[in-house]
C-alpha cells in the first residue's frame, strides 16, 4: 500500500472552508482550528500501517556511528520518522512533551526502559512485532543492547513541540534540559 493510502487510512486532514474577506473575492483557508491528535490507538494502527508497507521506507535505511533519522510523514496531526541504531547508543530518559508516541522495531532490536510513578523502572526488549506505546508525559530510554544495529519507525500526535531529558536518582526524576525545533536549529526526536 503506497504510504500516501497508509496515512490517508490514518487521519484525515482537517476541512478547508470558504472564508468571504471584506471587498475581495471568495477565498479559501484552511480552518483556524488546529488539526485534531489522534488517540492512541489510531497512532497505534497508523504505526502498524507504516511499517506493513516496507516499500515507502526500506530503502531509506542508513546505518552511521551514532543515530540517524530521517522524517517519513509531516502533517499537522502527526509525524514519523525512521531511526536507525547502532549498538549500545541510548537516548537518555526523556518524555514527548503532550504527544502520543508509538514505535515499532523493524530490524534488530531495541530495549526499553520505562520510568513508573512509583520510582522503580520496567524493561523489555522489543524486536519486530510488537508495539512500544508511550502517552504524553510518559518518561522512557530506549537503547540498542543488541550486537546488531536496530532499525526503528516512530510516530508522535499530535507531532513533537518538545522533548524533557531527566536524570533518576532514588526514584526522583529530575528534568535536566527540554529540546524544542527551535532550540536545535530544526528538529530531531
Known amino acids: 500500500m503506497p504510504k500516501s493510502a497508509v496515512l490517508t487510512q490514518a487521519i484525515s486532514q482537517p476541512p478547508r472552508h470558504p472564508i468571504r474577506a471584506t471587498s475581495s473575492p471568495l477565498i479559501e483557508v484552511a480552518a483556524i482550528q488546529p488539526a485534531p491528535s489522534l488517540s492512541s490507538q489510531q497512532l497505534a494502527s497508523f504505526v502498524r500501517q507504516l511499517v506493513h508497507d516496507r516499500r515507502s521506507w526500506a530503502d531509506l535505511v542508513e546505518h552511521h556511528p551514532e543515530r540517524w533519522w530521517t522524517r517519513l510523514v509531516g502533517t499537522d496531526s502527526l509525524d514519523a520518522w525512521l531511526i536507525t541504531w547502532p549498538r549500545d547508543l541510548a537516548t537518555e530518559l526523556h ?78 526524576l529530575r528534568p535536566t534540559r527540554t529540546r524544542t525545533p527551535e532550540s536545535t536549529n530544526g528538529w530531531a526526536p
Open 95 to 172: 518524555d514527548h512533551g503532550d504527544s502520543w508516541a508509538a514505535f515499532a522495531v523493524v530490524g534488530g532490536a531495541l530495549t526499553e526502559h520505562t520510568a513508573l510513578p512509583s520510582g522503580r523502572r520496567s524493561t523489555r526488549t522489543l524486536r519486530p512485532g510488537p508495539l512500544g506505546v508511550v502517552p504524553p508525559g510518559g518518561v522512557h530510554d530506549v537503547v540498542n543492547a543488541d550486537p546488531t544495529p536496530a532499525v526503528s519507525v516512530h510516530a508522535y500526535s499530535p507531532p513533537l513541540r518538545s522533548m524533557t531529558y531527566y536524570s533518576q536518582s532514588g526514584g526522583l
